[in-house]
């Protein structure tokens, strides 16, 4: 009989094996993947593998997004790299108590949701380029100690191993799921390739991970203004691209769970523990795609997988650190591959005749910027930018008039649409000034006033009309666009018209 208990969230049930488990190859994976992002951005592989602990046990105990895994990622090991070089280590810790900072700081003010913002085709982009990047990455593990691929017999048992690991994953699901498919394939690789003593990459290969406990430490900086505009750009970016990663990633499990994450309470706690990170000696990070969804697809669903990750991280770390270098690079690489292949969107390939062809240009600049530049936020802002104009090119040719004169002679300019920056032209092509009667209506039913544009545009029909002496009735405006017009009445004179009945259709909104 299975045992649940709720730990730290009443709404979440923890298998208790299935956690434990999938927090284990979780671990397994974690390591070489944290060393290389610390030897990218030029630093010690301890300070990535420390991250990786304090980033992943922080926000699996307060994060918003039970399942998910953070720790040291490549898109910060990029951004600190420079500031590595120049500045040296101390900086580095500083810069990520700064970026903490900055993150909680948005935490509270309650940003999470600018997410929103966030189309579904940038989403798939950003996916699809995320994939292609884990399955490239994977591809230095073919090369040799001098970057010379591998060839002959070293690769053919390389990539055999790598073969079996993926059939392993892929099959024993369909046999079993009792325990998670990725662990019993590291496993029987590892056993492989001691019991037969295959001759073989290891994590060994990479780096040396023993150490000890993370040591408290202040970044040793000068207490000035120079140092900090120093470490604030940095920072900054930091942020912004630790929260838009960890936001999207939470979004994804989202939809492979069928639950919802909490965005504002996860960049806080993503904050907490990058501040946390830069104290005790860790290059800071954020939360990873590849490494949650191997969490998720094992089973994992709540705090006590990633719980175990960071723990047994920090175990192999101070007492295993000897057998886990003996762990074959090819399981790993096998894993980061089957993961690369279920990360990518595969439907979005069914969606390509089915899409507006706008969304299909907005998927395919987010994937090629994600991959080809491996910059995640900057694929993200323009696939935003993108989606943004189309959005407002399209609502700006929709705006049109219906015209019709009332029994008194008043002409009625019936507005379909909404009125803002990109349509203010169109609008003002609508109205025949010199031709139309004394007396005109502009009716706003079924369109909004949205910005100072659409403003701007109001004051000048009406005194287009006003200098021919010629009267103009604003009707049916909505209260939000009432507020705009008493926001700018210092700047407008426009003439409104009440309209009681208009009040309560919108009081039923």
Request: proline share 4%; aromatic share 10%; glycine share 10%.
């Amino acid at each position: 009989m299975k045992k649940y208990l709720n730990l730290f969230d009443l709404s979440q049930k923890v298998d208790y094996k299935i956690e434990i488990l999938s927090g284990l190859t979780v671990a397994l994976a974690l390591i070489p993947e944290a060393v290389a992002f610390a030897l990218i951005a030029g630093l010690s592989p301890l300070t990535g593998l420390y991250a990786a602990f304090v980033m992943g046990l922080v926000t699996s105990i307060f994060g918003g997004r039970p399942g998910m895994i953070s720790g040291a990622t490549g898109a910060v090991a990029v951004i600190l790299v420079t500031l590595a070089q120049a500045e040296g280590i101390e900086y580095i810790f500083a810069t990520v108590v700064l970026a903490g900072i900055i993150q909680m700081a948005a935490g509270f003010l309650k940003l999470g949701k600018l997410m929103r913002l966030v189309p579904h085709p940038v989403i798939f982009g950003f996916v699809n380029g995320l994939a292609i990047i884990i399955f490239m990455s994977q591809l230095d593990q073919f090369k040799d100690s001098t970057g010379a691929w591998l060839s002959g017999n070293p690769l053919y048992m390389f990539l055999g191993l790598v073969l079996v690991t993926m059939l392993i994953i892929w099959g024993l699901p369909k046999l079993s799921k009792a325990i998670p498919a990725s662990l019993v394939a590291i496993l029987t690789i590892f056993g492989v390739v001691v019991l037969l003593g295959i001759d073989t990459k290891t994590v060994g290969d990479i780096a040396s991970i023993e150490g000890g406990f993370p040591p408290f430490h202040v970044p040793g900086i000068p207490l000035t203004f120079e140092a900090f505009m120093i470490i604030l750009p940095y920072a900054g970016i930091m942020a912004g691209v630790g929260l838009i990663e960890s936001l999207l990633t939470l979004n994804i499990i989202d939809e492979i769970t069928e639950t919802r994450g909490r965005g504002n309470k996860e960049a806080i706690a993503q904050g907490a523990a990058n501040i946390l990170s830069g104290f005790f000696s860790g290059m800071g990070g954020c939360a990873m795609i590849g490494q949650s969804l191997i969490n998720i697809s094992s089973g994992a669903r709540a705090r006590l997988s990633g719980i175990v990750a960071s723990v047994m991280l920090l175990v192999f770390i101070m007492f295993g650190a000897n057998l886990i270098e003996r762990m074959p690079m090819a399981a790993l690489t096998g894993l980061m591959i089957m993961v690369a292949i279920g990360t990518f969107e595969w439907a979005s390939f069914g969606t390509i005749n089915k899409m507006p062809k706008s969304d299909i240009f907005v998927m395919v600049v987010v994937t090629l910027v994600t991959a080809v530049l491996h910059n995640l936020a900057l694929a993200v802002v323009i696939g935003v930018i993108i989606a943004a104009l189309v959005f407002a090119w399209d609502n700006a040719k929709r705006i049109r008039a219906r015209k019709r004169f009332d029994e008194e002679g008043a002409k009625h300019y019936e507005i379909y649409g909404p009125l803002f920056f990109g349509s203010v032209t169109v609008f003002n092509s609508k109205f025949d000034v010199l031709n139309d009667p004394d007396v005109i209506y502009i009716d706003f039913r079924e369109s909004r006033v949205v910005d100072m544009s659409a403003i701007e545009a109001l004051n000048k029909i009406t005194e287009r009309y006003q200098k021919v002496g010629k009267t103009v009735h604003l009707k049916y405006l909505s209260p939000d666009c009432r507020a705009l017009l008493k926001n700018a009445e210092a700047i407008i004179d426009v003439n409104v018209l009440d309209d009681p009945k208009y009040k309560l259709v919108v009081d039923r909104i």
